[in-house]
């Protein structure tokens, strides 16, 4: 587990772009198994987070276009109930971090892991949500 006050403002970034964040396994297996799309991403300290992850969901989702019902988020590492809920309804995809998954229905839909993530600008991703958005949030 990382100190609160180090992962504080990145937790930040994604909730005060208004990510709900979940630490208990069963609010995130209700938003992801709510109607509509949900937007999951496992944050992470890493630099890929920092430099591309965070950006590029804050971007794909200020952009104009389609946009999830919702967007949500656990810290991996610290919250561990609520990662391994979401990391189990990402299967067959291996645990990653950071990660990001666009559900429907509940149903996996759209999934980028870390090494989609790492080497990528924030921009490439923003790019990749949009169409991603576009094609099952409309």
Not at 47 to 62: D, E
Not at 98 to 112: C, N, Q, R, Y
């Amino acid at each position: 587990m990382y100190p609160e006050d180090l992962i504080a403002p990145m937790r930040a970034e994604l909730t005060n772009a208004g990510f709900e964040e979940f630490r208990d396994a069963e609010e995130m297996k209700a938003a992801i198994h709510g109607e509509g799309t949900t937007l999951v991403v496992i944050n992470s300290v890493c630099g890929c987070a920092a430099g591309s992850c965070r950006p590029g969901v804050r971007m794909a989702l200020s952009s104009p276009g389609a946009k999830p019902t919702r967007a949500v988020t656990a810290f991996a590492g610290n919250d561990k109930s609520s990662v391994d809920m979401a990391r189990g309804l990402m299967m067959p995809f291996p645990p990653s971090s950071p990660s990001i998954a666009l559900f429907k229905d509940g149903e996996l839909v759209h999934m980028i892991e870390r090494h989609h993530i790492e080497g990528r600008s924030a921009q490439a991703l923003a790019t990749n949500l949009t169409a991603a958005f576009e094609e099952f949030c409309s």
